[in-house]
């Protein structure tokens, strides 16, 4: 995973797929980091024995997200048996109905086993995406992602959406990610601005409305503003799934934007 300044997923995502799959083995790029409670908070899950990287700091990195996992995942084939790219609001689950998830560790480990040595690239067709303001609240929608058994791994797109596997060919799963896509918009504003700064001057209006390059889509949030992005979560959702937060609460980690 590479995060920057992720405020309040961070420990949640970490303490979350430490539970899963062991500290040791999570691997966490930081793309300059300048908050201090996520400064504190990598440092302390590197001690703990989480593989903390700090070398990939640009935008210009950021961009290449994709190929920085990607060869990471070429330098330790043989060593694991699945290999999952994930972003930081993502937490990796499995579906047990349409509504319906699981995320304890025993149930994940035994779906995970039946690809174990699987040669396509594994797919996610679907995310629960968090309804701001509502706890449990979530809405089911096409959320197309991959990840890797074993050796097999080629190659990784930016968003993790296309990797391709040495054999080629891909392969749907009942796998799934919790979410928290939306931030309140406070929050939202500032993430879009640094993720825009180095391309365009993010207070200029106008400079804005003309953008076409990248990260472009993150001006949506600063021209809209708080009322046009806050009536989205007027939209009802009749899933519910409090057994996530249940979960988190019970590791010791925070449940985001409750």
């Known amino acids: 995973?590479?995060?920057?300044?992720?405020?309040?997923?961070?420990?949640?995502?970490?303490?979350?797929?430490?539970?899963?799959?062991?500290?040791?083995?999570?691997?966490?790029?930081?793309?300059?980091?300048?908050?201090?409670?996520?400064?504190?908070?990598?440092?302390?899950?590197?001690?703990?024995?989480?593989?903390?990287?700090?070398?990939?700091?640009?935008p210009d990195d950021f961009h290449s997200k994709g190929d920085i996992l990607g060869s990471l995942i070429l330098s330790l084939a043989g060593r694991y048996d699945f290999f999952l790219p994930l972003d930081c609001d993502e937490f990796f689950v499995v579906r047990t109905g349409a509504k319906k998830i699981a995320c304890d560790p025993a149930t994940i480990h035994a779906a995970l086993a039946q690809f174990a040595g699987e040669s396509r690239a594994l797919q996610l067709k679907a995310a629960f995406y968090n309804v701001l303001n509502t706890p449990n609240a979530f809405w089911c929608w096409p959320h197309q992602k991959t990840f890797f058994s074993g050796n097999s791994f080629r190659s990784l797109d930016h968003g993790y959406?296309?990797?391709?596997?040495?054999?080629?060919?891909?392969?749907?799963?009942?796998?799934?990610?919790?979410?928290?896509?939306?931030?309140?918009?406070?929050?939202?504003?500032?993430?879009?601005?640094?993720?825009?700064?180095?391309?365009?001057?993010?207070?200029?209006?106008?400079?804005?409305?003309?953008?076409?390059?990248?990260?472009?889509?993150?001006?949506?949030?600063?021209?809209?503003?708080?009322?046009?992005?806050?009536?989205?979560f007027t939209m009802p959702s009749d899933i519910r799934i409090p057994e996530f937060a249940e979960y988190l609460r019970a590791l010791g980690a925070p449940v985001p934007y409750a």
């Open 161 to 232: 959406h296309e990797g391709r596997t040495k054999a080629g060919g891909t392969l749907e799963t009942d796998f799934a990610h919790i979410h928290y896509h939306h931030k309140p918009y406070a929050l939202m504003v500032e993430h879009a601005k640094n993720k825009l700064r180095p391309y365009v001057d993010v207070e200029d209006r106008s400079a804005l409305e003309d953008y076409v390059g990248m990260n472009y889509h993150c001006k949506t949030v600063l021209l809209q503003g708080a009322e046009a992005y806050n009536s989205q």
């Open 1 to 58: 995973m590479m995060q920057r300044d992720e405020v309040d997923l961070l420990r949640p995502w970490v303490m979350y797929h430490a539970a899963l799959f062991g500290i040791e083995n999570l691997f966490v790029f930081d793309n300059g980091s300048t908050a201090a409670s996520v400064t504190m908070d990598l440092v302390e899950f590197a001690r703990n024995g989480a593989n903390v990287d700090w070398k990939h700091a640009s």
